[in-house]
């Protein structure tokens, strides 16, 4: 494995990808410069716009750009710590600065895993407004994708996650996400999922308005993906305090998160 350098992407933080971002969560707003946006909506900036053939398998450039290369053919974004050190607003110009800081060989019940840490960092106007550890893991093609655990606590608040097609569609094109496991289930199948994959970023950034809605603006949020949701799966949002997860079919959690 070689690690790759540090790399910044500069984007102008269009309004009009702001009002997409809303409408694709079901909310019709129009957006001023200087308006702040919410929790994740950082992820329909900073584009890497790679031509279809640079694309991997997992609809991103090579097997993995701007973190340490792994020679194990899957990829998965298994969790991240964020912090808002100041609101991201729309219309203000940005950057992002991405670095590696950390990977791991292990080997599980799955083969190999290589365990991979970038920190994104996005200024604008020279200072540091969300700061971003993101875990990614790299494992064999044949692995099989697991069950995830069964929440044992009871919550304090369920609402029930429903998405559809059309909103799986439009967060892949806010995202720039060409990965088909969100939306071709015959090339799902191939990758070992019964049906096509919920995004798990998309899970992430429900689960934090889920949170702001409760405690305001958020200054930090820390999740981990633990099993896929599939497209057509009874879903909720749970809390039970500052602790808040996805509850897929016969209890199954896909993600937990903290926030504050």
């Not at 710590?81 to 110009?93: D, N």
């Not at 429903?162 to 289930?185: E, Q």
């Not at 808040?244 to 993600?255: A, F, I, L």
Request: glycine share 10%; charged share 25%.
């Amino acid at each position: 494995m070689k690690t790759s350098a540090p790399e910044t992407l500069s984007d102008r933080i269009d309004p009009a990808r702001a009002e997409a971002w809303f409408a694709t969560f079901g909310e019709d707003r129009g957006i001023d410069v200087g308006v702040a946006l919410p929790p994740f909506a950082h992820l329909a900036y900073f584009w890497r716009a790679s031509v279809h053939d640079a694309l991997g398998a997992d609809g991103q450039e090579g097997s993995g750009h701007t973190a340490p290369m792994s020679d194990l053919p899957l990829r998965m974004w298994a969790g991240s710590r964020l912090r808002w050190h100041t609101p991201f607003r729309a219309g203000v110009a940005a950057k992002k600065v991405t670095r590696p800081i950390g990977v791991t060989r292990k080997s599980g019940r799955s083969g190999a895993l290589d365990f991979v840490t970038i920190r994104h960092e996005v200024f604008q106007r020279g200072a540091l407004v969300l700061s971003e550890d993101q875990d990614l893991v790299y494992r064999e093609a044949d692995a099989v994708t697991g069950e995830g655990p069964v929440e044992s606590g009871e919550a304090d608040e369920r609402r029930a996650l429903k998405l559809d097609a059309v909103t799986l569609f439009r967060f892949s094109a806010l995202t720039f996400n060409a990965h088909r496991i969100h939306y071709d289930a015959e090339f799902a199948r191939g990758e070992g999922y019964s049906g096509i994959v919920v995004h798990g970023s998309l899970l992430a950034a429900c689960l934090a308005a889920f949170a702001s809605e409760r405690i305001g603006t958020l200054s930090s949020f820390t999740f981990r993906a633990t099993a896929p949701l599939l497209l057509g799966d009874v879903a909720w949002m749970c809390r039970a305090g500052a602790r808040y997860w996805v509850e897929g079919p016969r209890r199954r959690v896909s993600m937990t998160a903290e926030a504050g």
